[in-house]
Antibody, heavy 125, light 107 residues
Framework: EVQLVESGGALVQPGGSVRLSCAAS????????MNWVRQAPGKGLEWVAN????????YYVDSVKGRFTVSRDNTENSLYLQMNSLRAEDTAVYYC??????????????????WGKGTTVTVSS | DIQMTQSPSSLSASVGDRVTIACRPS??????LNWYQHKPGKAPKLLIY???RLQSGVPSRFSGSASWTDFTLTISSLQPEDSATYFC?????????FGQGTEVEIK
């Protein structure tokens, strides 16, 4: 079964740090771009970051650049999100999701087809 | 970053109604547009990718279309289990963005 399971969510004080993990199973993790997406309470979905199969390309939403670091360990089939200098506005459910690349015959199209159930990070004093 | 504007932000409709949700990007994104359904406490679910392609296993009452500047998600006959929030998402630029969501309520 194709599966993603996040862990590591916690209650953290402002300015603190936490590391999220995402364990993948049932598919070739080392051939998939991976993403982190979050949803703050009462808000919509926000794409946070993604990382190429070999970790050579990484992109972040502006609001986390310089504070969050995404990484992966293909030998462990795991994705990580190191979150530093946390702010109240980082409070959210964090999801990891697999990027799927669809070839239309003319172009590649990308979408997130497998998602974890999420892990909650609460930043509060 | 590319901004995605959805409308309406919420709607209430009856079972069997035809429902449409619009999504407008701040710049051209070709057909790099996906639609997701999200229910509280669950993982988001992909409905439509590449603007109009139905994800495997998704009921055929869901469809997506594109005009010159806008994208539309249509539910042809609303069902009770369609109560959820729907998000569009662009994957044209490396930094992906979502619309703000449309909450669909069943009357």
């Amino acid at each position: 079964e194709v599966q993603l399971v996040e862990s590591g969510g916690a209650l953290v004080q402002p300015g603190g740090s936490v590391r999220l993990s995402c364990a993948a199973s049932g598919f070739a993790f080392n051939t998939s771009w991976m993403n982190w997406v979050r949803q703050a309470p009462g808000k919509g979905l926000e794409w946070v970051a993604n990382i190429k199969e070999d970790g050579s390309e990484i992109y972040y939403v502006d609001s986390v650049k310089g504070r969050f670091t995404v990484s992966r360990d293909n030998t462990e089939n795991s994705l990580y999100l190191q979150m530093n200098s946390l702010r109240a506005e980082d409070t959210a459910v964090y999801y990891c999701a697999r990027r799927y690349d669809f070839w239309s015959g003319y172009n590649y199209y990308y979408y997130m087809d497998v998602w974890g159930k999420g892990t909650t990070v609460t930043v509060s004093s | 970053d590319i901004q995605m504007t959805q409308s309406p932000s919420s709607l209430s409709a009856s079972v069997g109604d035809r429902v449409t949700i619009a999504c407008r990007p701040s710049q051209s994104i070709s057909n790099y547009l996906n639609w997701y359904q999200h229910k509280p406490g669950k993982a988001p679910k992909l409905l439509i990718y590449a603007a109009s392609r139905l994800q495997s296993g998704v009921p055929s009452r869901f469809s997506g279309s594109a005009s010159w500047t806008d994208f539309t998600l249509t539910i042809s006959s609303l069902q009770p289990e369609d109560s959820a929030t729907y998000f569009c998402q662009q994957t044209y630029s490396p930094r992906w963005t979502f619309g703000q969501g449309t909450e669909v309520e069943i009357k």
